[in-house]
Structures are given as structure tokens and as C-alpha cells.
């Protein structure tokens, strides 16, 4: 049975730790994540790919600092846009390619999205996302003056920027992606958690300057598509308890009700695996589907049910 699939790419299926982000590594880290990927792709199913783009609107705000006396800097909503659009390309041609090599045709898509944010969310009145370069102190103390920008010292490497990291509320683009995926496309869609923005009383979108999590904004356009599987690929094979620790254990099926008993003992790290179980918590409380949590390398096993962690209702 044709199944809906978002794939949401963990930011080591682009960048990976120790590179220096060039287009080179990128695209070939792509080509091995295509490759990983083939094999879905070419199911039959109905596939969404979302992916990060933390490490690249990192070097775009950096490029524009660096350029500010030539070229008026770029918010953060156009970083995100950009990256959106450029990721978006390197994923479509390389996975286009991928299938072609193996004799299939598929048109591969993507869609700029925007997501709208509730105005009111908490995280606005407490920043917690570092986004940019570095600055020294006395650069930090003038952009808080100027823009009023929320300044934290990262570990002794300098100051950076601090932006609120709002919950997705809406998905505008979500019934584009749906005819879409009616249509036989494939689509590369949220990129980076989208683009953030309140809706205004005149039904208007106002960009904010903040940045959604990728898995929650997954997540959210699983649930809005009524996908049937929400696949998250990470740099782990399967989720453990008490991971580093030796009573750490694999998980290989998770409750929806043991999953928020183990966010509430805090078993998952904070900016690691515990936005990713939320995710699939979220998913869960309004869709009766599943969420595996691999590898891209074990795509298939996993959704054999031979490996990864799966989370169900």
C-alpha cells in the first residue's frame, strides 16, 4: 500500500563535523546520502524530504557581515530563503540523477515555505538559538545598542547572536506540497524549519527574525499532509536510554506514553535527541502512524522493521 513519507535529514547529510561547508563537500555528502536513499525513493511511496541548514545560513550571515561596507547585509528570514532555495537545488539534482542512474524518472521539487509562528509563543521573550559569526565585546555591546540584539559570550570563541526558537503553528505551504505529492512529485519542502512569520488581523505575513527546529517543523507538516511515516535520519543508529552511561540501552520500540515518560526523566540531550523524540510525540498525539529514528544508511532495514527506533501509538 502507497504509504506518505516525510524524511526529515539530519545536518550531517549535508555538512559533516570537521568540513569547511564547501559546495564540493556538500554535494558530495549528497551523492552519498542519494545513494542511501535510492532505494526509498524509488518505492512508490509518496516522499517529502526536509534538512537543516544551520551550518549554511551560518556562513551566509557571515559572508554578509564580512561585506556590509559593500552590500547591505541580508536579515534572517532572506538567509533562510536562500539556503532554502540553494539546498533545495543541490538536493533535487543529485537525488534526480541518483534515480536516473538506475533507469527511474521522477520529477523532484521544491518549495520555499514559510511557517507561520503564534506571536505570543514564550521562546520570542527568551532567545536561546546562536546564529552568525562571532563578534569581540566590543562589537557585541554596539549591536546591542544598534539592534538591539541579545548578546551571550559561546564558550570563549566571542559573542554571538541569540534568536528565539518559536513552535511551528501552521505550515502555509502544506496544501501546495499535497497536490504536489497527488501529482507523483517528490518534494524537497521546510527547509531549515522554514521561514518563520506571524500572521497579522489582516491575514498578512509578517517574517520574523527567528528560527524554527527543523524536526518540530517535520513533524508539523507530517501532521498536515496526513502522512503515514515520519522518518527521521540522524547520525545515530537507534535511540538509547541512559546513552554514554554503562547502563545505556538501544531502544528499538517506543510507546507514545514511554516516550513522554522518558522526556519528562530528561533521558535525551537537549540539543540532540530530545527535539526529535518531541517531534515524534507531537506527530503521534494527532496522527495514528509511526516515527523511525536511523541512519540514512539503514533506511531500509529500519522500515523493515530490522533496525532503528520505532515510535507508535
Known amino acids: 500500500m502507497q504509504r506518505t513519507i516525510v524524511v526529515a535529514l539530519g545536518g550531517n547529510s549535508i555538512t559533516r563535523a570537521g568540513q569547511r561547508g564547501s559546495i564540493e563537500e556538500q554535494y558530495s555528502n549528497l551523492q552519498q546520502t542519494s545513494d542511501q536513499l535510492a532505494e526509498l525513493l524509488a518505492s512508490g511511496n509518496r516522499i517529502v524530504i526536509t534538512h537543516g541548514n544551520g551550518p549554511q545560513v551560518g556562513n551566509l550571515l557571515l559572508a554578509s557581515e564580512l561585506a556590509k561596507d559593500a552590500v547591505p547585509p541580508l536579515p534572517l528570514d532572506i538567509c533562510g530563503a536562500a539556503t532554502q532555495g540553494y539546498m533545495g537545488y543541490m538536493l533535487q539534482k543529485t537525488l534526480a540523477n541518483c534515480l536516473r542512474r538506475a533507469g527511474l524518472k521522477h520529477n523532484i521539487t521544491t518549495v520555499v515555505t514559510q511557517v507561520v509562528v503564534d506571536g505570543d509563543d514564550p521562546a520570542f521573550k527568551n532567545p536561546t538559538k546562536p546564529i552568525g559569526p562571532f563578534y569581540n565585546s566590543s562589537e557585541a555591546e ?63 505575513l509578517q517574517s520574523v527574525e527567528a528560527v524554527i527546529d527543523k524536526d518540530y517543523a517535520s513533524s508539523r507538516l507530517a501532521i498536515e499532509i496526513d502522512a503515514d511515516v515520519l522518518l527521521i535520519l540522524t547520525a545515530v543508529e537507534k535511540v538509547f536510554r541512559d546513552f554514554g552511561l554503562p547502563s545505556q540501552k538501544g531502544l528499538d520500540h517506543l510507546k507514545l506514553a514511554e516516550a513522554n515518560e522518558l522526556l519528562r526523566e530528561g533521558q535525551f540531550g537537549i540539543g540532540s535527541m530530545e527535539p526529535k523524540i518531541q517531534a515524534a510525540v507531537n506527530f503521534l498525539q494527532e496522527r495514528d502512524g509511526e516515527v523511525i529514528i536511523t541512519l540514512p544508511e539503514k533506511v531500509s532495514k529500519a522500515l523493515q522493521g530490522k533496525t532503528g527506533t520505532r515510535i507508535t501509538r
Do not use: H, T
Open 142 to 204: 554596539r549591536l546591542r545598542g544598534e539592534k538591539g540584539w541579545v548578546m551571550v559570550e559561546d564558550s570563549g570563541r566571542g559573542y554571538r547572536r541569540l534568536v528565539p526558537s518559536p513552535k511551528p503553528v501552521i505550515i502555509q505551504q502544506a496544501r501546495i506540497i499535497r497536490s504536489m505529492l497527488n501529482a507523483g512529485e517528490i518534494v524537497i519542502a521546510v527547509g531549515g524549519g522554514g521561514i518563520p512569520g506571524i500572521r497579522r488581523k489582516d491575514q498578512s
